[in-house]
Structures are given as structure tokens and as C-alpha cells.
């Protein structure tokens, strides 16, 4: 029964480029989160993806990242033109459904990007 | 904004002395309460969660417990393998995780 699976597990820029971060979430699990950490900081919420849908992007920085969950593949968030800042741990977690009874998210091993 | 704030920062224990961790939260809401373990270099794991005022959970050496205010993860006769970061996180009406920042358990044999 595998878990949430990150690729890369590292990943290094230059300023400039663009970052693709790929996450295949638990078997069962049609739910996807996007959480970033940065060093000395708490996890911060990015973003939250059904299926081919976008249902909460409030934590994501309005340029530059976009993220999707298409039909069929992983969920990819994306950086384009990455600065130094948006070095990072970044990790994806899921749950089998939301609505009202609240399930566990469970977490992949994140992808640390950085920016050189 | 819901909030959450985890103290001490860091916590030295010798091996078997027993404490515990807090974590204060304001929330809209509350749809739950989790605990994760977060060892250098991994992703967090899941240990518990808890949905009301009065909850207690238990595994092995760990209990969580809830008020309407805080939660305190206690641990009892510790080991070093015990040694990690413990993340508090809250659910509230909307579907994000709101994290504290951990504190960081280490300890001596």
C-alpha cells in the first residue's frame, strides 16, 4: 500500500527557471494539498485540488505558481522564473474526501528545491 | 485567521522522564485537531486526531488530549527514538491544515 509519492525528492534551479514538482497521492485518495516549509517556519498551506479542479488556491502566491490535478497523472505545482526565496521543502499531502466529517491528510516525503 | 502556537520551541528530556507538549489554538470552527511527527528530512506522519473538547487518544508512549483551547501531547517514559519534531495542526470550516511551528524533542539515552 504506497504512501504519497514526491519526485524529485531534490531539485536544483537557477533564478530564472522553471520548477515542475510532481505528487501521486495515496491509493484511494482523490484529494491533493500543496503545503510549503521553509527553514525555522511552520508548514504553510498553498493549495487544495480535486480532481481536474481547483477548490482553495488562498495560500498561493498570486504569480509565478500554478498548480493542477488533471484527470489522469500526478498533481504537478509549478514555479516559473524561481527566485532565491522560493527555496524550500515542499510537500504534498492526501485525504480520501472532505466534506463533513473531516479525514487525516497524509503527507509525501516533499520535494526540496533549491534556487541557486 | 485560525492560529496555533506550540510551546516550549525545544525540549531536552533524559530517557524516562516523562513530560508533555502544548499547543494553544484559535479557531472558527474547529473540525479537528492533529498531531504529527516529523523526523529531519521526511514529510510528517501522522499520529492522531481529535474533534471535541475532552478527547483523548493514546499510542504506545504518546496521549493527546483536547480542550477548547489547547492540546497537550503527552509522553510517557520517553526513549531517544522518540526524538523528532512534533507538528500541532487545526482544521477549521474552510479544508487547509493550519500549523504551529513543532517543537523539537530530543532525548539522551
Known amino acids: 500500500n504506497a504512501g504519497v509519492m514526491q519526485n524529485p525528492r531534490h531539485l536544483v534551479r537557477r533564478r530564472g527557471q522553471e520548477a515542475r514538482l510532481r505528487c501521486s497521492p495515496m491509493?484511494?485518495?482523490?484529494?491533493v494539498y500543496w503545503y510549503r516549509q521553509l527553514p525555522e517556519e511552520g508548514l504553510k498551506f498553498m493549495v487544495y485540488?480535486?480532481?481536474?479542479?481547483?477548490?482553495?488556491e488562498s495560500g498561493m502566491p498570486k504569480e509565478r505558481f500554478s498548480a493542477e490535478f488533471p484527470k489522469e497523472g500526478p498533481s504537478i505545482l509549478r514555479i516559473q522564473q524561481v527566485v532565491r526565496g522560493d527555496s524550500a521543502a515542499y510537500f504534498c499531502?492526501?485525504?480520501?474526501?472532505?466534506?463533513?466529517?473531516?479525514?487525516?491528510?497524509?503527507f509525501g516525503p516533499g520535494t526540496r528545491l533549491t534556487v541557486t | 485567521e485560525d492560529q496555533v502556537t506550540q510551546s516550549p520551541e525545544a525540549l531536552r528530556l533524559q530517557e524516562g522522564e516523562s513530560s508533555s507538549l502544548n499547543c494553544s489554538y484559535t479557531?472558527?470552527?474547529?473540525?479537528?485537531l492533529f498531531w504529527y511527527r516529523q523526523d529531519p528530512g521526511k514529510g510528517p506522519e501522522f499520529l492522531f486526531t481529535?474533534?471535541?473538547a475532552g478527547e483523548e487518544k493514546e499510542k504506545e508512549r504518546l496521549k493527546a488530549t483536547l480542550t477548547k483551547k489547547e492540546s497537550f501531547l503527552h509522553i510517557t517514559a520517553p526513549k531517544p527514538e522518540d526524538s523528532a519534531t512534533y507538528l500541532c495542526?487545526?482544521?477549521?470550516?474552510?479544508?487547509?491544515?493550519?500549523f504551529g511551528k513543532g517543537i523539537t524533542l530530543s532525548v539522551r539515552p
Open positions: 481529535l474533534y471535541s
Open positions: 479557531v472558527s470552527g474547529l473540525r479537528g
Open positions: 495542526a487545526v482544521k477549521g470550516a474552510n479544508s487547509k491544515l493550519t
Open positions: 491509493k484511494g485518495h482523490s484529494h
Open positions: 499531502a492526501s485525504s480520501p474526501r472532505q466534506g463533513l466529517t473531516t479525514y487525516e491528510q497524509y
Open positions: 485540488l480535486q480532481k481536474e479542479n481547483i477548490i482553495d
